[in-house]
Each structure stands twice: as C-alpha cells, then as structure tokens.
C-alpha cells in the first residue's frame, strides 16, 4: 500500500505541483486519508491520498479481492479567495473512506452526499464524480492491479442533485454545459432546471 501511494503522490506532484499543505484523517477502522492542497493561479485543487491504498470492493462479494478492483483518488478544483474552502478536508477525507466504510464503489456519474455543506456557507452538500483523464492522468499499476484514478468532483447543489437523481449525470453535465455554468465558483447558485 506505501508504495502505491507513494506512487500516487509523485503522479499528482507531476501534474499539479508541489502540495502548499496537507491534511490527514483517520476514521475508526480505516486507513489514514490525507488532503493535499495545490495552488494553481486563482484555482485550489485538493487531492485526496490514500484511498487507492486498497482496490474497493463489490459490497455484495463475501470476499473482498486485496489486489484486484477499481481505484481511485478525488480532485476538486476552486477558486481562491471567494470562500473558506480550506474547511472541505474533513468532507473530503469523509467522501475518500467511503468505500472502506460504506462498502461504495465510488465511479463516472455517481453522486456522493454529505448531507451537510462542503465548507461553512457552501451552497452544496454533495459532488457529482466526473470521468478521469482530465487534469490527473491514470496511473497504471502492475497487473492485475488495475490503474489509480484520479475523479474529478463537481459540487452540486441540493436541486442539481434531486435533478441528477431523475434525469441522470449526463443530462446535468449537459445543463451545465449550455449554460456555461462555472462549476469551480464556489458561491455559484444553481443551474436553471425548467
């Protein structure tokens, strides 16, 4: 597991830089989850490191497979400035032992809820999970391990969520899309619906 995480840092700090802070968590029962913060221009991003320690595992599988299964780390992008999202490490580090705790295969156009706001004031209490590729690169492990991605979160408001539940994460990325909704503002309000 170090070494896949250490493997996992190095492909973040390639991509986004040297870490200006981190964070750690630990929840009874799982493994360390730490919070890396980069600083890119007006943009914060912060990474989760640590739930691709363990390949997460079919919760309904009488036995979990300690090396084969999809992993992941989570990536929110935001503005600087507008608000203290510095508060999010605890929600993310929540969201990041989610599989560990909960059993959840965390996966492209899931919907994660925190059932309270991302950082104090936040107009969102749960993030959609966008395709990786993007930002972060997978990262390839030796096989059978399949690769570490990085997911992209994209914070909804409780409409877009209750929206996303009926019509499905496509249709809201596309809602979004049209109107050019700026999905990294943290004080946005929510797309039209109608």
Known sequence: MAEILALVEARLRSALGEPDARADVTFLGTDRIEVLRFLDGDVVRYATLGMSGQPMADPTAPLADPVKGPRAELVLSVRVG????????????????????????????????????????????????????????????????????????????????????????????????????????PLRTSVPLD
């Open 82 to 185: 507008l608000a203290d999202t510095d508060q999010v490490l605890r929600p993310l580090a929540v969201l990041a032992a989610s599989p560990q705790v909960e059993g959840l295969i965390v996966a492209p156009g899931a919907s994660l809820d925190l059932g309270d706001p991302l950082w104090p004031g936040a107009p969102f209490t749960s993030v959609l999970v966008a395709e990786s590729g993007g930002l972060v690169e997978d990262l390839e492990l030796d096989e059978p391990m399949d690769p570490v991605r990085f997911l992209p979160l994209l914070p909804m408001t409780p409409n877009e969520a209750a929206w996303k539940r009926v019509r499905g994460a496509q249709e809201l990325q596309e809602r979004w899309l049209t109107h050019g909704t700026d999905l990294r503002d």
